[in-house]
């Protein structure tokens, strides 16, 4: 902002010189100069449409909004710390983390079109993982179900189960690599370039854990499907999806990179150092 300002007593905001009221906490500031300010052209600089300077109104209710979003932004950082936890914690942790996107996305409008279109996208991106895992969840249950009904197959069950296994883990993989870049682009607008860095240090570290899980547990497969063909136990099976679940603590690293990440966009607005657009 080009000028001079109109600091708040309260949290020392650079609010604009004709300001009546705090951006960021609606704070009455002291009165201001009756004069419009100019730009160096000469001509009087244009206040945006949407927000009224004689009325705390709109400042207040941009300054809720933007307490949405500090709101969600801590719901995140819960979410991802309850997420660790196994069974109960991953339920309680995806309810947290749908409350704290929802308030983040009814919050984002003083934070400009740039933020709301990171978060527009990280929805699309959503959307589309869950379709794919809708998709890959429907093969695999149909590979079954084939396997079951029909007796005539020019490839042996024993083939048809590890083959269907194969492509619930891959498919499982690409899944969590597309339900992840939401994670990046949902805060990617309120942060600053360290926590951006933090952002896809995250992603990454996601998806080596996944890649190391299936490398682990991929060539386990066949065996454990032949053993438990020729004798009739699903022990084989089982022991290999307890393999898995432990392997997937390792979550626990790439959780609390995302969690110190939405820490500092938190952080940022606390201390005013994310700029507000109210155009």
């Not at 308030?103 to 929805?123: A, Q, T, W, Y």
């Not at 790439?254 to 606390?270: D, H, L, N, Q």
Request: with cysteine; net charge neutral.
């Amino acid at each position: 902002m080009s000028g001079s300002t109109n600091p708040c007593p309260k949290c020392g905001y650079a609010n604009r010189p004709t300001s009546r009221f705090c951006a960021r906490c609606a704070t009455p500031l002291a009165a201001p100069s009756s004069i419009a300010p100019y730009s160096s052209s000469g001509e009087p600089l244009k206040i945006a449409p949407n927000i009224s300077e004689d009325s705390p109104f709109n400042v207040y209710a941009d300054r809720v909004a933007i307490g949405r979003t500090e709101k969600g932004l801590i719901l995140l950082v819960f979410g991802l710390i309850l997420g660790v936890i196994p069974f109960v914690g991953q339920y309680l942790a995806a309810t947290v983390d749908l409350i704290g996107i929802i308030l983040i996305l009814v919050g984002r409008k003083p934070f400009g079109p740039s933020h709301s279109n990171f978060i527009k996208l990280s929805i699309v991106v959503w959307c589309i993982g869950i379709l794919i895992a809708i998709i890959v969840g429907a093969s695999f249950g149909a590979a079954i179900s084939n396997l079951e009904l029909s007796g005539a197959s020019q490839t042996s069950p024993q083939q048809a189960v590890t083959s269907a296994l194969d492509w619930l883990a891959v498919g499982s993989l690409v899944t969590a690599a597309v339900l992840g870049i939401p994670n990046v682009l949902l805060t990617f607008g309120l942060q600053a370039l360290r926590a951006r860095v933090l952002l896809v240090a995250g992603y990454v570290t996601s998806l080596a854990v996944g890649v190391l899980v299936m490398a682990v547990i991929l060539p386990k497969v066949d065996e454990a499907v032949a053993q438990a063909f020729s004798t009739q136990d699903l022990t084989p099976i089982e022991s290999i999806q307890s393999q898995a679940q432990l392997l997937g603590f390792l979550t626990i690293i790439p959780a609390a990179i995302y969690a110190f990440a939405y820490y500092e966009a938190y952080s940022r607005i606390e201390k005013g150092q994310v700029p507000l657009d109210w155009s």
